[in-house]
């Protein structure tokens, strides 16, 4: 299998026949083989019927059924886990990512060695969002400074080798951006550029108070100890800058805020 497309659903009754029809359409053409495996979030409205009679009506299309509600993130995992292809793409199921686009992410990938992840990036996309630009801006920077330095969307490719070791599934968290960035150097990352559509059917089902708490809850896995080190340095200067004149205080709140910076630490090492 050369390439998997794994494209979490969540709701898409109408965009699914388009999209599936497109990438049957793109890969008649170009000739190569390919699977894609359409991972149903528990919607609540015919997708998982629907994606029963396309994986009737065309055989490279495979379908996973969530019984609860999972989220976009542990969905594209989910279907990833059960990839074949020696290169995956990850698209989302609201016709925003062009499927004609796939192939150029695929030849940018597969005539370049020494890459080994390709992101199709559309530099307007936060202009057609309108309101929300500053915030989308405030959210990259934030999460690159964490992270890493590269930026990232969910369009992409990646050869199987970053994701599976033999046989064995390597991301153990549902933050799949935050694995991409802790485990591939900038240095293997490429971009095209591609030009995004609006969303042309429902919206989408990842609100901030989920990426929130997804943040919180594995971020700390991801964050190096020189991370750790330079937080209790600098919360240690504070705490003596605040209470220099109060030795006993100093000391309490000196060893409170050491022993939470390095138990999250400890933590999230023995979680991670």
Not at 19 to 24: N, S
Not at 201 to 222: A, E, H, Q
Not at 228 to 252: A, E, P, R
Request: glycine fraction near 4%; proline fraction near 3%.
């Amino acid at each position: 299998m050369e390439i998997s497309i794994v494209i979490p659903v969540y709701n898409s009754e109408q965009s699914l026949p388009i999209i599936c029809r497109q990438i049957e359409e793109l890969f008649s053409e170009i000739g190569l083989n390919y699977e894609i495996i359409l991972v149903d979030d528990n919607s609540v409205d015919s997708s998982w019927k629907l994606i029963q009679e396309l994986s009737n009506r065309y055989p490279q299309i495979r379908g996973i059924h969530l019984s609860k509600n999972k989220g976009q993130f542990l969905a594209t995992l989910i279907g990833i886990k059960a990839s074949k292809g020696k290169y995956i793409v990850n698209m989302d199921d609201d016709m925003e990512h062009p499927v004609s686009e796939i192939y150029s992410l695929y030849e940018k990938i597969n005539s370049s060695p020494e890459v080994d992840v390709v992101f199709g990036m559309d530099q307007s996309k936060y202009e057609k969002k309108g309101s929300i630009n500053h915030i989308q801006h405030f959210r990259n920077n934030l999460l690159n400074l964490i992270w890493g330095k590269y930026p990232t969307d969910s369009f992409r490719i990646l050869r199987r080798s970053i994701v599976f070791k033999k046989d064995k599934f390597l991301v153990r968290f549902p933050m799949l951006e935050a694995y991409l960035k802790h485990t591939v150097k900038e240095e293997r990352v490429a971009y095209i550029s591609s030009n995004f559509q609006k969303r042309t059917y429902g919206k989408s089902g990842v609100n901030f108070i989920k990426k929130l708490k997804l943040f919180l809850k594995y971020t700390p896995s991801f964050l190096s100890f020189k991370f750790y080190l330079l937080t209790s340095t600098l919360s240690m200067l504070i705490v003596s800058l605040t209470f220099k004149h109060q030795l006993g205080i100093f000391i309490l709140v000196s060893m409170a805020c050491m022993i939470a910076i390095w138990s999250i630490y400890l933590w999230s090492r023995r979680n991670g």
